[in-house]
């Protein structure tokens, strides 16, 4: 059973990077944030159809991974055709909140995905158990948080999923057990890290 939301980005699939605009100096501004690098696992987070994955895979060479996972399986298929041609690449159609994998991830990186998580809580106990001891968790938007709540007021499938200030943000990470390495927001980017602390 699909919820609503899902449905809506079913439905998006085809036409998301025509939607989409991609700079390509600010999503490899955002990685080099990120601190995303040689070895390292990451969880491309809400992948949608997969604009991170190249850039991922290139920052994580041959000795790491990059697992894209999405709800909206159109999503996910539109992401592993496009992506076809790179190694080191998993794709998983699951819903965050109940995903298990086997292995920890070094890196959680959420491109434009945070406003849509319903429970943040628990969003980010999830988080925790996803990442490897000393983990980082990195919230990133590539236009500002007055486009990004304006985009989504105007749709009626996602008006309630609002951007909070990034401050706020920052302290909804510190009390669910992360310390804050970075917390900014500007007219161009959103961006948010948090290291996980106190899990062995
Ligand atoms: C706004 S899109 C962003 C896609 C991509 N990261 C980008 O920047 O182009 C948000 C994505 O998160 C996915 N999503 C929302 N809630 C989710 C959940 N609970 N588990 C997995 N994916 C989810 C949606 O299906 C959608 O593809």
Redesign the pocket.
């Known amino acids: 059973m699909h919820s609503h939301?899902?449905q809506f980005?079913n439905e998006l699939a085809e036409r998301?990077d025509e939607l989409?605009a991609l700079n390509h100096v600010k999503i490899t501004y955002l990685i080099q944030l990120a601190g995303v690098s040689e070895g390292d696992n990451v969880l491309?987070?809400?992948?949608?159809?997969g604009?991170?994955i190249p850039f991922l895979a290139k920052a994580v060479g041959e000795s790491g991974s990059v697992t894209a996972?999405?709800?909206?399986e159109a999503?996910v298929a539109k992401a592993a055709q496009k992506n076809a041609h790179l190694s080191g690449v998993g794709y998983i159609a699951?819903?965050?909140?109940k995903y298990q994998p086997k292995h920890c991830y070094s890196k959680v990186i959420c491109?434009?995905?945070f406003p849509?998580?319903k429970d943040k809580p628990a969003f980010l106990s999830q988080v925790r158990r996803l990442l490897v001891p000393n983990g980082s968790l990195v919230i990133m938007h590539?236009i500002s948080r007055q486009a990004v709540n304006s985009i989504h007021k105007a749709s009626e499938a996602v008006k309630e999923d609002r951007l909070p200030p990034s401050f706020i943000v920052a302290e909804m990470l510190q009390q669910s057990g992360f310390a804050i390495e970075e917390a900014f927001d500007n007219e161009e980017i959103y961006f948010v890290k948090g290291k996980v602390i106190g899990k062995q």
Do not use: P, S
Not at 69 to 72: E, G, K, P, V, W
């Open positions: 939301e899902q980005f998301w989409r491309d987070a809400g992948t949608g159809t604009v991170l996972l999405d709800f909206a999503m699951a819903d965050i909140m491109l434009n995905f849509h998580v590539d």
